[in-house]
């Protein structure tokens, strides 16, 4: 298993950074949520700038990004020498457990995007 946490990253529970004692390194988001949240919030924020953030290396945050794009729940479009990244609110978490949710509702609940219009379609 590959550590992709960054050496200096910040420790406030919420960035995949360590926190102090044994077992509280662990958080409720995984580093998949946390670059999502970077791209919703920021969509052309570099790669650098998300790692450093999410407390990951570069390597890895691009991974995540490849990951959320080849799953369809965001689109990378090339801009002159940077990438702008469009979060799909629309799709649905990958789980089981919350399929049932959609990206935009758990970035509404996070704070990170505005309440979407009722759906018609539930």
């Not at 102090?20 to 662990?26: E, I, L, N």
């Not at 990004?65 to 689109?75: K, N, P, R, S, V």
């Not at 919350?98 to 009722?118: I, K, N, S, W, Y």
């Amino acid at each position: 298993m590959t550590d992709t946490t960054a050496p200096n990253a910040p420790s406030n529970g919420l960035s995949g950074g360590t926190n102090v004692g044994p077992r509280a390194s662990w958080t409720f988001l995984t580093n998949h949520a946390h670059v999502l949240v970077c791209l919703a919030e920021e969509p052309d924020i570099r790669g650098r700038d998300i790692a450093d953030r999410v407390g990951i290396t570069e390597r890895a945050a691009q991974a995540i990004i490849a990951d959320l794009a080849a799953e369809g729940y965001i689109t990378r479009t090339r801009e002159g020498r940077r990438n702008r990244y469009e979060v799909h609110a629309a799709a649905p978490l990958r789980h089981e457990l919350e399929h049932d949710t959609t990206v935009g509702e758990l970035l509404v609940t996070l704070g990170r995007l505005a309440p979407l219009p009722p759906s018609t379609s539930r």
